[in-house]
């Protein structure tokens, strides 16, 4: 089992594979001029695997694969495979723009990805164009029902909330959500990358905004419970299907109960999103580091995890880009 300096467990790693993407949403990625890594910076599929097996033989349980988008890189339903199959590994998981996954939510769900997080912040086509500059919603929708026939469940819906973008369609957003089953998460728009670079504090939307903005129209939300539901508080419309779930890193953090690490596409280990400290795995791999050596790296990482981060001191994350860490 990992534990921190601060006694929290650390079960879970999350896994930028590229940091490539077929979108470029505006609080993530500028639209022109992305630095990306070159083919050889970015972790193979072999090294993940081998990070992974070391994590689960340490006690990492949970793992996601994110990016930028996973579903552009080559082969990553090979990795889904290999990755399914290692034991220790409980809960394979995948965040993904969506657009894409119609075509390979069968074979993800058949090479062994448990469920998937899809990324929607809107159900208009033209705000959605306007969103992530290219985007079709439709491609999305039909990725949302393709993830619910190939039994990648519970779907989770991941959606940020920009002030004077999306912040008018909260409730339209709440009640598909609730009617379709959907386990929706608003999440407050954060400042990483791209987004440090605009006037973001402006563009924040609290959680107990949104949830507000619910109440009023759908009624007092009762406190429900999903799998795998992480840093959201989640609730429900009595007796409706789905669920909404709020996740506050700006307005309310949630540090004391994070579980997690991050791997980042050129094979950093970064202790937290919102903390600029990273360890070099990249490097030892590619230097003949042995199984020993690796865990020490993991645990090097763990033991970095500060008590929280400070963005709340107005602090901001300028290193990296979302799509780089992961998210
Ligand atoms: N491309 C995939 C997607 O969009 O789902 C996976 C990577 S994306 C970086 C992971 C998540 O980070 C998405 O749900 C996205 O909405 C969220 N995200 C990106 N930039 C953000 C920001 N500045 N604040 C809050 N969430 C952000
Ligand atoms: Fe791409 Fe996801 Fe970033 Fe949007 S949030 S630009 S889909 S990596």
Redesign the pocket.
């Known amino acids: 089992m990992l534990e921190d300096t601060y006694h929290r467990i650390i079960d879970y790693l999350r896994i930028s594979i590229t940091d490539r993407?077929n979108?470029r949403?505006v609080?993530?990625m500028p639209e022109e001029g992305v630095q990306t890594c070159s083919h050889d910076e970015i972790l193979r599929y072999e090294e993940i695997e081998r990070v992974v097996r070391v994590a689960a033989a340490l006690g990492i349980r949970k793992v996601r694969l994110?990016?930028?988008?996973?579903l552009v890189r080559l082969g990553v339903v090979a990795l889904v495979r290999a990755l399914a199959h290692i034991p220790g590994i409980e809960d394979l998981a995948m965040?993904?723009?969506g657009i894409l996954l119609a075509r390979h939510a069968p074979s993800l769900a058949e090479a062994g990805l448990r469920r998937v997080?899809?990324?929607l912040d809107t159900l208009h086509p033209e705000r959605f164009r306007a969103i992530t500059r290219w985007g079709e919603l439709d491609a999305v929708l039909e990725g949302i029902a393709a993830a619910f026939a190939a039994g990648l469940e519970p779907v989770k819906i991941?959606t940020?909330v920009i002030r004077g973008q999306n912040d008018d369609e909260v409730v339209a957003l709440a009640r598909k959500a609730t009617e379709s089953g959907w386990h929706l998460r608003f999440?407050?728009?954060?400042?990483?990358?791209d987004?440090a670079e605009q006037d973001w504090h402006a563009r924040v939307v609290t959680a107990a905004e949104i949830r507000a903005h619910i109440e009023a129209e759908l009624g007092a939300l009762v406190p429900a419970t999903v799998n795998g539901a992480g840093p959201a508080r989640t609730y429900k419309v009595p007796g409706a299907p789905g669920t909404l779930g709020f996740i506050s890193a700006v307005s309310e953090h949630f540090c004391a109960t994070c579980n997690r690490l991050r791997l980042t596409a050129d094979g950093k280990l970064r202790p937290c999103l919102l903390a600029a400290d990273e360890i070099d795995l990249r490097a030892a791999l590619r230097q003949g580091a042995g199984e020993a050596d690796l865990k020490a790296l993991l645990q090097k990482a763990i033991q970095a995890k500060p008590l929280s981060h400070h963005l709340a001191d107005h602090i901001q994350v300028r290193d990296r880009a979302?799509?780089q860490i992961?998210?």
Request: charged share 5%; net charge negative; with cysteine.
């Open positions: 993407c979108l949403c609080y993530c994110t990016g930028g988008e996973p965040t993904t723009n997080n899809i990324s991941n940020v999440i407050e728009w954060m400042p990483v990358g987004a979302m799509a992961g998210g």
